[in-house]
């Protein structure tokens, strides 16, 4: 059996997915908060549903139970309920779900983090380092997935990037390198590691095909959609002040997000690719989707 904690979320529902579709048992967790939508859609894949949270240790024994590997996507950096800050989320309630694992005996951990830049830190970051720490002195088994940042939300409208009208927001000038995956991809990366040998105890380092700065970004879908985009700057010392003068860690975090965006980031995925072979997607065909649909 495995579990995927963050079922109801992009990643963790597409893990379900795939898992399901390659004919394992998969338990999703779920809150009775979660979007009906997104349980009913896991119902239709064939995933076993679990009721849960990540603030709640029984809990987590309860859906451990029989448990072979637990693949965790859960954050709360948008999905929060009453209460739910990031550090009682993100953190504790990692730990929780670590402790709930070492206690079930499972034979696979697999957490989905980031690396982050050293020149900025956020709640978030804090929080995904101090998890990782935690599993690998846990004595389960396990794997880090530490993806770039995904193209279908920062190249999404949720984000000010919506290709339908052209327009796009960019954080700090657009002239940074950014390693955009596909959220498809890690996907594939994590099941193929959490059902590997060669993935037990490793950090893996995935970013897409190619890395691109935001205005070449904005270029591939103008030349493909035959439309000149708007854009509007988000300066990088708006960022930083946003970041210093943020109300909470969740605002502190978004800020710290389009900071590190600003000022980019290039994955070097090589290493992963030799060990887990697959073919990216690119932020081609990534724009040929969203242009045509
Ligand atoms: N977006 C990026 O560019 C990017 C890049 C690198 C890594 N990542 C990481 O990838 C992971 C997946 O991201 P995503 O976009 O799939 O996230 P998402 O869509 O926001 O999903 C978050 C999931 O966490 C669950 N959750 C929140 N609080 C919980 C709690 N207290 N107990 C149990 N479950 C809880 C939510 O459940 P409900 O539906 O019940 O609220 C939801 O299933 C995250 O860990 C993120 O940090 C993201």
Redo the contacts with the bound molecule.
């Keep these: 059996m495995n579990l995927v904690?963050?079922?109801?979320?992009?990643?963790?529902?597409e893990i379900c997915s795939r898992l399901a579709q390659a004919g394992e048992s998969v338990r999703g967790?779920?809150?009775a908060?979660?979007?009906p939508e997104?349980v009913n859609a896991l119902r239709k894949a064939g995933v076993e549903l679990a009721t849960?949270?990540?603030?709640d240790r029984a809990s987590l024994d309860a859906v451990c139970r029989g448990v072979h590997a637990v693949y965790?996507?859960?954050?709360?950096?948008?999905?929060?309920?009453e209460g739910?800050t990031l550090e009682?989320?993100?953190r504790e309630?990692q730990a929780n779900l670590i402790d709930a694992a070492r206690a079930a005996s499972v034979a696979r951990f697999v957490f989905?983090?980031?690396r982050g830049r050293s020149d900025i830190d956020y709640p978030?970051q804090a929080a995904?380092r101090a998890t990782a720490e935690r599993l690998k002195k846990s004595g389960i088994p396990w794997t880090v997935i530490e993806?770039?940042?995904?193209m279908e939300?920062?190249l999404g409208p949720h984000l000010g990037f919506d290709a339908k009208n052209a327009h796009a927001r960019i954080f700090g000038k657009g002239d940074k390198k950014i390693s955009w995956?596909s959220?498809k991809d890690?996907a594939a990366l994590a099941i193929a590691a959490g059902q590997s040998a060669a993935g037990e105890n490793q950090v893996l380092e995935i970013g897409g095909p190619e890395a691109l700065t935001p205005l070449e970004v904005v270029r591939i879908f103008e030349e493909r959609g035959g439309k000149k985009f708007d854009l509007d700057y988000v300066p990088e010392e708006a960022l930083i002040n946003a970041k210093a003068n943020a109300k909470n860690p969740v605002e502190e975090t978004f800020a710290g997000l389009q900071l590190f965006y600003a000022r980019g980031f290039e994955v070097d995925t090589r290493q992963t690719l030799a060990r887990f072979p697959m073919r990216l997607t690119s932020v081609r065909d990534y724009a040929d989707g969203v242009l045509a649909g």
């Design positions: 904690v963050g079922a109801t979320g992009v990643l963790g529902g967790l779920i809150r908060s979660s979007s997104r849960g949270d990540l603030t965790s996507t859960a954050t709360a950096i948008l999905s929060r309920q739910n009682r989320v993100d309630g989905i983090s980031f978030l995904k993806a770039s940042m995904f939300v920062w995956v959220y890690v």
